[in-house]
């Protein structure tokens, strides 16, 4: 690949050129951006968990596993991100050309960003959990069971990303055109940041009704349920980013 | 440049990933999505050759994910073996698994019934049924020569929408006319006039569509994303320790809560639809 210089990256012989640095810039886009989020929540989470420990230091074992069990969920959006890396990074390129390279630009803008937001949700969500359960110590269980809930529910938006990403990666996109290689890149950019504001207000949403079960956990199975709701109306935006993502991929 | 399918059994697995994924439910996305096989096909000829029955029913043809069905048949007699062993004689003073088997099953009666109210007995086989099939599923990985059926999307989306159909018979079985009602929600007030907003009856469907796609693909993207990490690291690490330990984090950390979770939020989703506050 020496002979390929920034002059003719973009005809035809850079074409497997193009495609290979696209697939990197979005590896590196989707780990990266997936990073911040995860560090961001993983982080709130224990800083949350050792003032907690500092307050109730008799429930030091149950503050522990419950943190734990938090920030194996906050990781899986980074698991997400980390997949869709190692398959941009380390996957063929069958049929280079340059609707193909964007996509796979736009399969990791997606799942970076999207990745981004649904970690510090759920980080949010994982913080306020173990807050509480230091509070009051003998919630444990409605406690789990409610963050586990309101964490997955955060999770959803990445799981859009990850979606269009992986339609994106293992759809065939042979044609050169440049107005269809931006909407792919246009799809990817829709599905990633809509999901950022979907997964911190969740999170944040879940935040909340994990406090509540923590305060008041006679009303746990009315708290879940009311956030379930509130979380699905909040969650609606980053269904309409994933709607306008499967038109730019199919549509145009 | 390293490949993938340098890797032993990376090239079925990618196959059968490729083939699982190709076949989504929407026609009009099947046809867009390409057979390329995913990993470099230099050398490798097994590559997307997956382990399938194909076989016609009247000019149709049909193909049988082998692996992820026998995988789940295993299940399926792991669980029927255990429960008929550990029922065989029930005594006053439980045994060992009498124990366990009374723990889990107590568990998850407790959990839909706090969730549930008086109906919760009614969803308790459905909800404890998905969580140990899918445990099982998830962390039968770890032992050589099993593969987890739930890195299959087929085996998700099935499950996400048994409970589908199950949130929404029971919705309008309890509701009755309300739950259509409901699916206009919020309404658009003028003077003290309801009228049902027909915008938000077509968010509130897709969000309903958007319930299912998410419940499979959490599960499938957790599962597959494990396997993947630990072929690539393995590859990197020349199988030298750190495999295991990913293994045992994202095969028995991972897959247990994301069994639980998917198990949970069948339980919201069906209280979301029966519950009347």
């Known amino acids: 690949m020496d002979e390929i210089t920034l002059k003719n990256l973009f005809a ?29 929540g993983n982080g709130h989470t224990a800083d949350e968990a050792c003032s907690g420990m500092t307050r109730q230091p008799a429930a030091k074992d149950s503050i522990l596993r419950l943190m734990l069990i938090s920030q194996a969920v906050t990781e899986s959006a980074a698991i997400f991100a980390l997949v869709i890396s190692l398959l941009l990074i380390f996957g063929s ?8 390279a964007l996509a796979l630009l736009a399969a990791g803008v997606s799942v970076g960003f999207g990745a981004a937001g649904a970690a510090l949700g759920s980080g949010l969500t994982g913080a306020n959990a ?33 979606v269009v990403a992986l339609i994106l990666i293992i759809s065939s996109f042979p044609g050169n055109s440049f107005i269809r290689a931006m909407a792919l890149l246009g ?21 909340q009704a994990v406090d509540g079960v ?14 379930l709701l509130g979380q699905a109306v909040a969650q609606s935006t980053s269904i309409y980013s994933l709607v306008i993502a499967l038109l730019l991929i199919f549509a145009i | 440049m390293i490949q993938l399918s340098s890797l032993p059994g990376m090239g079925e697995f990618a ?41 016609s029913v009247a000019g149709v043809e049909v193909r049988i994910n082998v692996l992820p069905l026998v995988m789940a048949w295993l299940i399926m007699a792991f669980w029927v073996i255990l429960a008929w062993w550990g029922t065989r004689r029930l005594k006053e003073r439980p045994g060992p698994l009498q124990t366990v088997l009374e723990l889990l099953v107590g568990a998850f009666d407790d959990l839909c019934r706090d969730t549930l109210g008086r109906r919760g007995r009614k969803y308790m086989p459905l909800v404890t049924t998905l969580f140990l099939f899918i445990v099982v599923a998830n962390v039968i990985g770890v032992f050589p020569g099993l593969e987890e059926p739930t890195k299959d999307m087929n085996t998700t989306l099935a499950f996400a929408l048994v409970v589908f159909v199950v949130v929404h018979t029971s919705g309008i079985y309890y509701k009755r006319s309300r739950y259509f009602v409901e699916l206009f929600e919020p309404m658009i007030e003028i003077g003290g006039l309801k009228i049902p907003n027909l915008f938000m009856f077509v968010l509130n469907v897709v969000g309903e569509m958007g319930k299912v796609i998410s419940h499979a693909f959490r599960l499938f993207g957790n599962i597959l994303g494990g396997s ?50």
């Not at chain 1, 746990?220 to 009311?226: I, Y």
């Not at chain 2, 991972?254 to 919201?268: S, Y």
């Open chain 2, 228 to 277: 993947i990490i630990v072929l690539v690291i393995s590859m990197l690490t020349r199988n030298f320790a750190l495999p295991i330990f990913l293994k045992a984090f994202l095969g028995l950390g991972i897959g247990i809560i994301q069994a639980f979770v998917f198990a949970m939020l069948a339980l919201t989703y069906i209280a979301v639809a029966i519950v009347e506050d």
């Open chain 1, 130 to 162: 173990c807050k509480g359960l230091a509070r009051h110590p003998r919630t444990q269980g409605a406690l789990t069971v409610t963050m586990l809930t309101a964490q997955a529910v955060v999770q959803t938006s990445v799981v859009f990303a990850l």
């Open chain 1, 93 to 100: 390129n069958a049929l280079p050309s340059l609707e193909k």
């Open chain 1, 187 to 207: 799809a990817g950019i829709s599905a990633g940041f809509g999901a950022i504001g979907p997964g911190i207000g969740t999170g944040l949403a879940g935040s």
């Open chain 1, 214 to 227: 923590s305060r008041n956990p006679s009303a746990s199975a009315l708290l879940t349920r009311t956030m």
């Open chain 1, 12 to 40: 035809p012989e850079g074409m497997a050129a193009l495609t290979r640095l696209c697939g990197y810039l979005g590896a590196a886009f989707a780990i990266g951006m997936a990073a911040v989020g995860t560090g961001v």
């Open chain 2, 15 to 55: 196959g059968r990933w490729v083939e699982a994924l190709s076949r989504p439910p929407l026609p009009s996305l099947s046809r867009s999505l390409s057979r390329i096989p995913l990993v470099a096909a230099e050398g490798l000829e097994g590559i997307g050759t997956v382990p399938q029955w194909v076989f």
